[in-house]
């Protein structure tokens, strides 16, 4: 995009939002994985035929919290509980799995749904407690519940 036009584009943009219009974009999870996906269009791949395992908006995800628990539900539409594997390891919860084609003998003339393998890794905000973690799936939704790490601090006397 020619400088000029990006700058007058930048313009309108903040006059509809605002000045946290790029903060908000950039902050965002949505608007990081959006520039990502720019970045990653743009740029050569090394691999023409990537997998779409590459694909980092799928499968989409909530990621909830309260004093105790985080709380991780993830969209599997389609998919069997056991073509899916979870994992964990620091603070990052691995999923991967593999969505089957739903054609037959048939010519397919649109879709925008995800089939094929997948893999999604899903940063918690800060150390979990691993050894309390619970998934269950449930109408090709995954809930994985996930103990929050109590903070190990030792009080200390003062004299």
């Known amino acids: 995009m020619d400088p000029k036009q990006f700058k007058e584009w930048m313009e309108v943009a903040q006059s509809f939002h605002g000045q946290d219009f790029w903060k908000k974009i950039f902050d ?11 970045i990653n269009e743009t740029q050569p791949s090394q691999q023409t035929n990537q997998a779409a395992s590459e694909d980092k908006g799928f499968p989409k995800y909530e990621l909830f919290k309260n004093r105790d628990y985080f709380v991780v539900v993830i969209e599997l539409p389609g998919v069997q509980k056991g073509d899916v594997d979870l994992s964990f390891t620091g603070d990052q919860l691995l999923v991967r799995g593999t969505i089957p084609s739903l054609r037959n003998q048939l010519e397919l003339v649109h879709s925008n749904r995800h089939v094929g393998e997948f893999e999604r890794t899903i940063h918690l905000p800060d150390s979990p407690d691993q050894s309390d973690i619970e998934a269950q799936f449930n109408n090709g939704l995954l809930q994985v519940r996930i103990r929050r790490s109590r903070s190990n601090f030792t009080p200390i006397q003062i004299k």
């Open 28 to 38: 965002d999870q949505y608007g990081r994985e959006m520039m990502e996906g720019v």
